[in-house]
């Protein structure tokens, strides 16, 4: 690649001004990008982050003077080195994307076609499009792969898509999208659907890379903590508008709107740690396996105290949920059992009486599916109070709208239908639903993780509060840290199946931790744009001194 | 093993067990025919003796687990028994004839339209199908759409004699009735055959093209697609190296299907023509209540419905990369 | 049409300025309608080809359910006329035995339709509580053995099955239903046991049986409800099916027998005629009037059921 064609570092190379773009839902246009202006210069890093419904992957799309099926790019000019998009032809633009423009997208398991070697994706915008020949390119995909540090860089590109894990294939698509040299990349929340350790991993490659290539990128994201390692710039969009624009560094220090602190709002919560002596509940030494498969749970032991909340937190495939599974008796365990008040609870749901299930109640991630789309709020809180409670008539419509209120809704919402709430009204009503069968203790499973930060901070407040007036037990189930500080008394960390460690929040979040909890809490991105470089040079630190 | 073998294995083995079981239920059906069934067949006047006889050769003296074989052997090596028809004709002389002397020639037949039907209709309905698909929304795929979607509608003797109508009694361009005769010569059989064949076309080209357009419009959904898209490649390049490659299990499902169901088709088509196929041969057994015949009929269809499915499948796990290239 | 009532936005929560409330998040709100409403509304956005459909269901229903007020004469009522011309005594002629061919197209729709809605009902009691049921019990025995019998039911071609059993057991009507009724549950089997399988991992029947609930009220009212419009645009898939074949049967002589007046039989009787299509085109008519019956009637269905599923699946371009 000629330095010519490239241009200097600090030239505009794209500029998006008034961009207007618009969706088509319930047989209708409305917009979704409501004029938005990007100016990006060479070899400069912007993120783009917002929360759903902001606009920021269309946006990022429409840089490529693309839309997806049911968008239109309505008005607005977006000029790319001199060319203008809105105005090129579709052979003009298409001629752009793979060449001089490329994507990143989330899911990268989706992403790849199942029927073709992975070097062969990898280098075929390049070899199509005559950057280089085929030889070449393949063997500076190589190149690329080791530089991306995947392992066994010389053969990885033989496999298959579905050969490979969900790390490594986002790597590779990085690859992919560098492979012609492009001008520009855009990454598509790359590493959303990754677990923390892995994501600290492919964020520090893929910085690596676009930095050594002087690649301008545009990192899309709803992790301000994850942006704020990648970009130089951060925009800050909601619902289809600009909030703010600032250089990463003065965004986080000094950010000017509301909106912008909100992002990390969750991170404001503090709960004074409590310390109670009465255990409601111990898993004590249990296995437990789905029919035909290894152990998924692994002489799991976790004490309850009465009145606290215990987070067990873990990666994917940790047993964080089978855990909840044996506690509920969905999942009987094949070893060990469940004391619920200092009795054994039976460990099938179909041997456990009414009075023991209406004791322990479960609040699941998704609210969408956790509710009954027919049914309407008052169906839906009321069936425990009628099924538990025994309430009937007026005196459970009192109940129901005294449980409304306690979620801080109000009576206006109780007959509407699951489809006629947002996500943050639906999980209160998940809240209430446990509420209404008037329990001891509740497990909360990954209640917040689906939710925009601002609604997240409103739930664990609520719970918080309900905590306090109820005396209720939590079981907290989350791979979030953030979440962890903000609502847990005790910690569980738990690794394929077994409890790693278990503790306070105080002992557990500090020195000296095992090998695990240390990758685990190291690994959580922090709102300071250094801490991946510091991170990085303590791991190599670390690396060297143990060689 | 490696897992496409294996599979493969599988497959074969599930496609036995199941023609295992028709031929179980096929044979069963001798059981359910009336007490007096052999006087039906022979006629009022059949003498005791000859019924008795009649019992014998069907083996009816036998356990059912020994009959079942010895009818199974049978099959297997082309003797599907004689038919009922023709022995109750006077004087008790039997001229029942041997259900494979009569399956033979109108196999042919059979098998001769359905090729014809076939040859016409899978290209037409894929290149309808695809084109469909990719020029979703458009005039023409509303067009097409809403035409099929009727097609599919009509009973297939509805089509024909819409089709005898049309260019036979008016225009005279096809005869209305197909009874070839055994020494036709090639020609004059294909135009003899072509309004029954163009009846299978009308029918099987609208579910096929409608199954097809399905199947490419759920593949273009593909993230891997719109990735592709994003890359950069062309139109030509995102259908042939990316698409087709991962359409030939949907496609050949489609197709498989549909020919299964021509199998069917025939037999409606084949009475409306006059044609001597297996499936009239089958209805008319139907009719006279003529066991071997319909069993014989029937074990030919199901074993032609089981082996395309089983060949769809078979090409289905030889085009998954999943299985090509286990981890 | 103005379609700006379509959504009711909440308050904007502008959280810049006003802080945070639960109540106030920005939510979507689909106006509420009555059912009455809703029907009026979907009836104004409907394709012509459904609003086609609906009429002509609508007419079929009509005459189905008022034949003996409607047909001239009886259903089986012989004249010694046969094959008489179409005219002013017989709109559309006699048959072979002399039977007025209008009256019996009018008692046919009563018969025929009849017959492939009640064959159709028994398939879906048949197939739809057995495919919820194997849902329910995923992966157990039941479900086993339900979905391998199923498996190998299938593997015969059903109108081939279906003139194996009537050659074993006779062809009349009553065998006709039962023996159909039961090949089609099969496949409404496996359409429910899929759709139900989609409900039966949700969360929210977790929840149910977390509660406690009995298997009744969690198949009643957490599995129904839910599954009921896929099965709604099924009954309309399968009812053309069960239609087509059995008219296909009556047709080959194994149906529908007489003198019960059907449009399969019909046009198998009448077919001869249509050889005279130059010297009487009417005469050569009279086999295409059941026949189109039959033709409209699926088309019909087909429309209204393509438009449910366009409209149920949200499918936009």
């Given amino acids: 690649m000629s330095d010519q064609k490239k241009g200097k570092k600090g030239d505009i190379l794209l500029e998006m001004k008034d961009i207007v773009i618009d969706g088509y839902s319930d047989d209708r246009w409305h917009e979704i990008v409501k004029g938005v202006d990007i100016t990006l210069r060479r070899g400069e890093v912007m993120g783009l982050i917002g929360e759903s419904g902001a606009g920021k992957s269309t946006l990022g799309l429409a840089a490529m003077g693309f839309a997806r099926p049911g968008c239109r790019l309505t008005s607005g000019s977006i000029m790319f080195d001199g060319i203008d998009l809105m105005k090129a032809s579709a052979e003009e633009r298409r001629a752009l994307r793979g060449s001089r423009i490329a994507y990143v997208a989330q899911s990268a398991a989706a992403s790849f076609n199942p029927a073709h070697q992975l070097i062969e994706q990898t280098v075929e915008s390049t070899v199509r499009k005559g950057i280089k020949p085929e030889e070449e390119a393949k063997s500076d995909a190589r190149k690329l792969y080791r530089d991306l540090q995947l392992p066994n860089p010389d053969h990885i590109g033989d496999r298959y898509p579905h050969q490979v894990s969900g790390g490594q294939l986002q790597r590779v698509m990085t690859a992919m999208a560098m492979s012609p040299r492009p001008d520009l990349i855009i990454f598509d929340e790359p590493t959303t659907a990754l677990d923390v350790t892995t994501q600290v991993e492919v964020l520090a490659s893929m910085r690596r890379i676009v930095e050594q290539y002087n690649t301008a990128a545009i990192y899309i994201t709803h992790d301000l903590a994850v942006v704020a390692q990648m970009a130089d710039v951060i925009k800050v969009l909601r619902y289809g508008e600009t909030i703010e624009d600032a250089d990463t560094r003065s965004m986080l220090s000094d950010p000017k709107k509301e909106y912008t602190k909100s992002l990390w709002s969750v991170r404001s919560i503090e709960k004074p740690e409590d310390k109670s002596e009465d255990v409601i509940l111990k898993v004590d030494h249990v296995d437990a396996s789905y029919t035909g498969s290894a152990k998924v749970l692994d002489d799991v032991t976790i004490e309850v105290p009465r009145g606290d909340t215990v987070a067990i937190v873990g990666e994917s495939g940790s047993g964080k949920s089978t855990t909840a599974r044996a506690i509920t008796g969905l999942l009987p365990p094949s070893k060990g059992q469940v004391l619920f008040n200092g009795k054994p609870l039976p460990p099938t749901l179909k041997e456990r009486s009414v009075d023991q299930l209406q004791k322990i109640q479960m609040i699941y991630q998704m609210a969408d599916t956790a509710m009954n789309p027919r049914h309407t709020v008052r169906d839906i809180i009321g069936r425990p109070l009628e099924f538990y409670l025994g309430l009937r008539g007026r005196e459970r419509d009192q109940r129901l709208l005294e449980l409304v209120e306690m979620i801080e809704l109000n009576e206006d919402f109780i007959d509407r239908l699951p489809a006629e709430l947002s996500g943050g009204q639906k999980q209160r009503i998940c809240i209430a639903r446990a509420l209404a069968a008037d329990p001891e203790l509740i497990i909360c499973d990954e209640v917040t993780s689906a939710l925009d930060q601002i609604v997240q901070k409103g739930i664990l407040e609520l719970l918080l509060r309900l905590q306090k007036e109820l005396g209720l037990t939590y079981i907290f189930i989350t791979h979030d840290i953030a979440t962890v500080k903000a609502i847990s008394d005790q910690i569980v960390v738990m690794l394929e199946g077994r409890v790693v460690e278990q503790g306070m929040k105080s002992e557990i979040l500090a020195p000296p931790y095992p090998d695990y909890t240390k990758l685990l809490l190291s690994s959580v991105p922090e709102m300071d744009p250094d801490w991946l470089t510091g991170l990085l040079a303590e791991r190599a630190r670390e690396g060297s001194a143990t060689a | 093993m490696h897992p496409v073998i294996r599979t493969i294995l599988q497959r074969l083995g599930l496609g036995l067990v199941t023609l295992f079981v028709v031929s179980l239920i096929l044979f069963s059906s001798i059981e359910f025919l009336p007490g007096d069934f052999g006087e039906a067949v022979l006629g009022q006047a059949a003498l005791p003796e000859t019924v008795e006889a009649f019992r014998k050769e069907l083996g009816l003296h036998l356990p059912m687990h020994e009959r079942y074989f010895d009818w199974l052997g049978g099959i297997l090596t082309g003797d599907m028994g004689n038919s009922f028809s023709g022995r109750g004709s006077s004087g008790g002389q039997d001229r029942s004839r041997p259900v494979i002397e009569l399956l033979a020639p109108r196999l042919a037949n059979t098998l001769f339209l359905a090729s014809m039907a076939a040859i016409i209709s899978v290209p037409l309905a894929l290149f309808l199908g695809i084109t469909a698909a990719l020029y979703r929304n458009t005039i023409y795929d509303r067009t097409v759409n809403a035409l099929t979607l009727t097609t599919i509608s009509f009973p297939e003797f509805f089509v024909a004699y819409l089709l005898i109508l049309g260019l036979s009694s008016f225009t005279k361009i096809f005869p209305s009735l197909a009874n070839i005769d055994p020494d036709a010569v090639f020609w004059e059989r294909v135009y003899l055959t072509a309004l029954p064949a163009l009846t299978l076309t009308l029918v099987i080209v609208a579910h096929m093209m409608r199954m097809t357009r399905a199947a490419i419009i759920n593949l273009m959904a593909s993230p891997y697609i719109e990735m592709a898209d994003l890359k950069g490649a062309s139109k030509s390049e995102i259908i042939l190296r990316h698409a087709l490659p991962n359409a030939w299990a949907p496609i050949v499902t489609v197709i498989a299907f549909n020919l299964a169901y021509l199998v069917v088709g025939v037999v409606v088509v084949e009475v409306v023509f006059v044609y001597p196929g297996v499936g009239q041969l089958m209805v008319d057994a139907v009719t006279t209540r003529d066991v071997p015949v319909v069993q014989g009929c029937a074990m030919i269809f199901a074993a032609t419905y089981i082996l395309l499915n089983l060949f769809a499948d078979i090409i289905s796990i030889i085009t998954n990369p999943r299985l090509l290239h286990p981890r | ?317």
Avoid at chain 3, 269 to 295: C, H, K, N, R, S
Wanted: one cysteine or more; aromatic letters at 12%.
């Fill in chain 3, 1 to 317: 049409m103005n379609n700006d009532d379509d959504m009711t936005p909440g308050k904007p929560a502008d959280l810049a300025d006003q802080g945070y409330s639960a109540a106030g998040e920005v939510v979507l709100i689909k106006a509420r309608r009555t059912f009455l409403e809703n029907i009026l509304r979907g009836l104004k956005s409907a394709p012509p080809t459904a609003l086609f459909g609906l009429t002509v269901i609508t007419i079929y229903i009509f005459f189905a359910l008022f034949a003996p007020l409607l047909a001239p004469h009886g259903e089986a009522e012989i004249f010694d006329l046969s094959y008489a011309p179409w005219g002013e005594e017989f709109m559309f002629g006699t048959d072979q035995l002399g039977r007025d061919i209008l009256s019996r197209l009018i008692y046919g729709a009563r018969n025929t339709v009849g017959i492939a809605f009640v064959t159709t009902l028994f398939a879906f009691v048949i197939g739809g509580g057995l495919g919820i049921t194997a849902a329910i019990n995923n992966n157990g025995w039941l479900d086993n053995l339900l979905s391998r019998s199923v498996d190998v039911l299938m593997a015969i071609p059903s109108l081939i099955f279906a003139l194996i059993l009537l050659s074993m057991f006779g062809a009349n009507t009553l065998n006709l239903i039962i023996i159909i009724a039961i090949l089609d549950s099969t496949r409404v089997f496996r359409i429910a046991r899929a759709v139900s399988l989609n409900v039966v991992v949700m969360d929210y029947v977790e929840a149910a049986k977390l509660r406690g609930e009995k298997l009744f009220w969690i198949l009643y009212r957490e599995i129904l409800p839910n599954i009921m419009p896929p099965l709604v645009a099924e009954f309309g898939l399968r009812f053309c099916f069960v239609f087509l074949t059995i008219a296909a049967l009556s047709f080959l002589g194994v149906g529908i027998q007489p003198p019960t007046a059907d449009w399969g039989s019909m046009v198998r009787e009448t077919a001869g005629l249509i050889q005279f299509a130059e010297y009487d085109l009417t005469a050569a008519m009279t086999p295409m009037l059941p026949a189109a019956a039959i033709a409209l009637l699926t088309v019909a269905v087909n429309f209204v059921v393509d438009w449910f599923l366009h409209k149920s699946s949200g499918l936009k371009d």
